[in-house]
């Protein structure tokens, strides 16, 4: 089983729902029940997120990319064999992390648009962070499976994004926020007519539920776990 580099941090809250999920779903995939209790090999690099935060917002792509892309080298030196990274809007520079990594890296976008594929979804709306939402990846990679995607007008935009910093990365739910959530996913989903929308924030499944909506959700967190097991422990 190869050893897994996850960058983690950006941002904590996710960080420890990857960290638990990857342990779980290794526990639920193992066939000898007498391995029960062990645990994948794993190595996390937690970075700050507010240098991540700064960086991001200041649109600094090449040192944004060099922070994972120094991440992804201390993890290859602590071990790790294949690397992702527990963050949606680090995708943003993906192709330039991927160009200078010194592991294989499993990218959260591509599985999802995957998934998406996979269940026959044909219009998506993107929820995310302003910075994703604004970012276009999803949308570009969607297209490349056939699959239409849009991203909320620039008030909902600054609504999500209000509501994902700073309260869900720090792992908190407030109910005037769920509910506000749901209020713009409601809408937005009726009036792009979508079959589908990406929780595109690892932090998003915290606030937004199966049963929350009567929709198809993809949850980027779920996906990316499920193939990071697969890369993990194929032969």
Excluded at 150 to 166: L, S
Excluded at 223 to 232: G, S, T
Aim: proline share 4%; aromatic share 6%.
């Amino acid at each position: 089983m190869k050893k897994l580099g996850l960058v983690g941090g950006v941002g904590p809250a996710s960080t420890l729902a990857y960290y638990k999920s990857i342990n779980e779903g290794y526990q639920a995939r193992i066939d000898d029940r007498s391995e029960s209790g062990q645990n994948p090999p794993m190595v996390i690099d937690s970075l700050n997120l507010a240098v991540a935060y700064d960086l991001v917002s200041r649109q600094d792509w090449p040192a944004f990319s060099a922070l994972f892309i120094a991440s992804i080298a201390r993890l290859k030196a602590a071990g790790a064999e294949v690397a992702a990274i527990s963050a949606n809007t680090a995708h943003i520079v993906y192709d330039e992390i991927v160009a200078g990594a010194a592991l294989p890296l499993i990218g959260i976008v591509d599985e999802t648009c995957k998934r998406a594929k996979a269940l026959g979804c044909r219009r998506l709306m993107v929820f995310g962070t302003g910075f994703t939402m604004e970012s276009g990846m999803y949308e570009t990679q969607c297209a490349r499976y056939n699959i239409e995607a849009a991203v909320p007008g620039e008030a909902d935009r600054r609504a999500i994004h209000g509501i994902i910093f700073p309260n869900l990365e720090a792992g908190i739910v407030l109910p005037n926020d769920k509910a506000r959530m749901l209020e713009i996913a409601r809408r937005c989903l009726n009036e792009y007519q979508a079959d589908g929308l990406i929780l595109g924030c690892t932090e998003l499944p915290l606030i937004i539920k199966d049963g929350d909506l009567d929709t198809t959700l993809l949850d980027t967190t779920a996906i990316h776990i499920e193939a990071i097991l697969d890369a993990m422990m194929e032969a």
